[in-house]
């Protein structure tokens, strides 16, 4: 009960803060969709609205534990609102004709689909897309995932996946964009123009649905679906900002997330879906569940069905995924006074809305087109945006005596788990992707290499010693064949493999389904075998490059002390090989940048750049000191820092300056810097702002991310690059959760991460 107080209280108190929007002002003239829904509401009868509300599945990917049963039959009786998990043109205007010709009133079903990291041509992961820093790409590889998705009949898709999270325990790292509010919210906002463009209603664009709401990337310990309980300064300041953006930008629907956030769990939390997103932040799109989320309310031990599908409904939750309980209990529980029939008009409504604005009121088949179906999907120059995002999205982590590029001459030794299986580079989520179809890291070296190279290959290692574990991280079709020899047997045959070759290119790391959903790890090493077979081609003196295949930030310590060359190359879709290929000879300069912190070991976590200073913060230049915030046996800091990336080149930052000291609100500052390409080769850099607020009512992070370039250089170039700061970048909730900022001094920093920068001091007046 006081929990609910507090939550009335911060609604109350956030009118009038940046969360709150003006109410839309009660048009007199209804518009066209109005008058449309509301002639169509007025012929409906109860059934026909709970029907709405119910959101199945169409039996193809497997994304949950639980298909629906008897679908066609329940679209007959107007049961079905929506369906996902069913693609291609032809089934679904197979299901929309039994949708439009056999119900009474006609009403077509809404088609979703995650559609996660692009469609069947698949995009790197979102951790991985985070790091291109380049938000024009990442709009674009939405936009070419609508037109692909659109054009296989689905017109609604499972995306963007927002949440913010600092914890690489957790799988479901690997669908976000890491650890940053700032960067977290412009990517939100780029993916939803590049799903919705400006028109909802074209037949190439989708309606996004923004997930999971909220704070589902602050499960405790890792573990996934776990509680996440967490103050108000967190969740207004880190990690809400990206659903709030990604709203802003027009996302036509939100999924609520699985986990209890402070003692209620998301899909029955009123403050969450009712007072925060609809009368706080002005959402007018339609909230729909994660898949069963309604049933699992029972486990949460909320009440039975009846009781937690009245209570979800209650709380603000328009569509029921795959858990049935609203259409097998809402009518008695408006018979039983617990729901009131308005609730269920207005879901109703809001899923109709949707239909209205994607146009399938107007034309049901409009996104059931065989031809668009045969020239859109896997076009040439889709596959060339893939392969170009794919390499931009690799962070080289080290590269000692400039191991890399590889020369393309001479003989290489590719080896290790991860490098003859196709299966596994498309990465998580991405059920649409062609996996039989989708080239290895062997077949990609092996056409991109040149005539002068000749590559050699052997598998070096199982994915992991416990079959197992290892059956549990191939899942899905992304097997990775067991090799049943002796551990010694297989590792000798790779050694004798690489006594033959020039270099040693070891692809290792997690398989695809080693991150994801319900794939937490509490090690964060790279796992046993693949550990051995590295050490013993260590041992051989040859140059080895480690190609990481990871879904998180992983625990390197020892690979960083031992390895000459780490180039992390996430999982990076359809055309990961050819991406890899371009990277590893020299054909793209590696320009990722890390967007999650990479701690030296497990105990470190959670562990980011944004943290509190603490009362007593170590000393500069110290690692330990008694009675100070650190540990006795590892350092504070991380292994590689939030923004951290190499290049084939080096870049050097001088003669940081700032157009006045003093500002005032409504005015700004310009920050600039130069930047110069010191090294041979043209490269591109992330040139990141920090800020610093040095005194403030609440306590304030140490740094925070507030600008990026990405900027291209020739050899020898310098460019000026410049920032503007504007008192609005200062704001912040304070504990009022009022949105300011407050007068006093700041720092700014300029540098390649957030660890190596320069930097100012400026101050903001009243
Ligand atoms: C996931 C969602 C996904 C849904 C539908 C759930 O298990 O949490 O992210 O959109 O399944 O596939």
Request: glycine share 8%; hydrophobic share 40%; proline share 4%.
């Amino acid at each position: 009960m006081k929990l609910r107080y507090l939550y009335l209280l911060t609604g109350l108190l956030c009118a009038g803060t940046g969360f709150a929007q003006q109410k839309k002002a009660v048009t007199a003239k209804p518009t066209k969709m109005d008058i449309f829904i509301n002639n169509l509401m007025s012929k409906m009868t109860i059934d026909e609205k709970i029907g709405q509300l119910n959101l199945l599945t169409g039996g193809e990917a497997t994304t949950g534990s639980v298909v629906s049963t008897n679908v066609e039959d329940k679209i007959k009786k107007g049961q079905v609102g929506g369906m996902f998990s069913m693609t291609t043109p032809s089934k679904i205007r197979k299901a929309q004709e039994i949708a439009v010709n056999n119900t009474r009133l006609k009403i077509p079903i809404i088609f979703g689909q995650d559609v996660i990291h692009g469609y069947k041509t698949t995009f790197p992961i979102p951790l991985g897309l985070s790091c291109t820093w380049d938000m024009s790409l990442i709009e674009r590889s939405a936009r070419i995932a609508a037109a692909e998705a659109t054009a296989d009949g689905l017109n609604w898709t499972f995306s963007p996946m927002v949440d913010i999270s600092r914890d690489p325990r957790w799988g479901r790292i690997s669908e976000g964009s890491g650890e940053d509010t700032f960067l977290g919210s412009e990517i939100a906002k780029a993916m939803v123009k590049g799903y919705q463009g400006d028109d909802l209603s074209k037949y190439n664009t989708m309606m996004a649905c923004v997930k999971h709401f909220a704070l589902y990337g602050a499960a405790e310990s890792g573990r996934d679906y776990n509680t996440t309980d967490m103050s108000l300064d967190r969740m207004y300041n880190d990690y809400l900002p990206p659903y709030k953006a990604a709203v802003d930008a027009g996302a036509g629907s939100v999924m609520v997330s699985f986990n209890d956030i402070n003692g209620v769990p998301a899909t029955a939390n009123k403050w969450l879906m009712t007072d925060l997103l609809r009368k706080q932040w002005g959402f007018n799109g339609f909230v729909v569940t994660d898949y069963t989320g309604i049933n699992e309310l029972v486990e949460h031990g909320l009440g039975d069905l009846k009781q937690v599908s009245a209570l979800s409904l209650n709380a603000g939750a328009d569509m029921d995924m795959v858990g049935e309980g609203f259409l097998t209990t809402l009518k008695k529980s408006v018979q039983e006074g617990k729901v009131k029939q308005q609730q269920i008009d207005k879901a109703c409504r809001l899923i109709l809305e949707a239909k209205y604005k994607l146009g399938l009121f107007e034309d049901p088949y409009r996104y059931c087109n065989e031809e668009r179906a045969k020239t859109e999907i896997l076009k040439p120059e889709h596959l060339q945006a893939a392969r170009a995002a794919a390499a931009e999205s690799f962070v080289l982590l080290k590269n000692q005596g400039q191991v890399l590029p590889l020369k393309q001459s001479g003989t290489i030794a590719l080896v290790g788990p991860l490098a003859n299986t196709g299966a596994n580079m498309p990465g998580t989520w991405s059920v649409n992707s062609d996996l039989a179809n989708t080239i290895s890291l062997l077949e990609g070296m092996q056409k991109n290499a040149g005539a002068n190279v000749k590559i050699l290959h052997s598998l070096g290692s199982n994915l992991v010693s416990d079959a197992t574990y290892q059956e549990h991280a191939t899942m899905f079709g992304r097997e990775i064949p067991r090799d049943n020899r002796l551990e010694k047997e297989i590792i000798d045959d790779a050694l004798s493999v690489a006594k033959k070759a020039d270099v040693i290119v070891a692809a290792l790391g997690e398989s695809s389904e080693m991150s994801g959903e319900a794939s937490s790890r509490t090690s964060l090493d790279i796992p046993d075998s693949q550990k051995r077979l590295l050490e013993a081609l260590l041992k051989t003196g040859k140059p080895v490059v480690l190609v990481l295949f990871t879904g998180r930030p992983l625990t390197l310590t020892w690979e960083n002390e031992n390895v000459p060359a780490i180039l992390n190359v996430w999982f990076g879709g359809t055309e990961a090989a050819n991406a890899i290929s371009d990277v590893l000879f020299g054909k793209v300069n590696p320009s990722g940048r890390l967007t999650t912190t990479f701690p030296q070991n497990v105990g470190q976590v959670p562990i980011y750049y944004s943290h509190k200073n603490t009362g007593r913060p170590l000393e500069e230049g110290k690692w330990f000191s008694k009675f100070r915030s650190n540990y006795l046996d590892v350092s504070n800091e991380p292994l590689y820092p939030f923004g951290y990336g190499l290049s084939y080149t080096t870049f050097g930052y001088s003669n940081l300056k700032l157009s006045k000291s003093n500002f005032k609100a409504g005015q700004q500052i310009q920050a600039t810097v130069t930047v110069t390409n010191t090294g041979t080769v043209a490269g591109k850099e992330v040139v990141q702002l920090y800020i610093r607020d040095l005194v403030g009512s609440s306590t304030r992070p140490v740094k925070q991310l507030k600008g990026f370039q990405k900027i291209s250089l020739n050899p020898g170039e310098s460019k000026e690059v410049s920032f503007q700061i504007t008192s609005e970048m200062l704001k912040f909730y304070n504990a009022d959760l009022k949105f300011v900022a407050e007068p006093g001094d700041f720092k700014v920093f300029i540098g390649a991460n957030s660890r190596d920068n320069m930097s100012g001091d400026f101050k903001l007046t009243l």
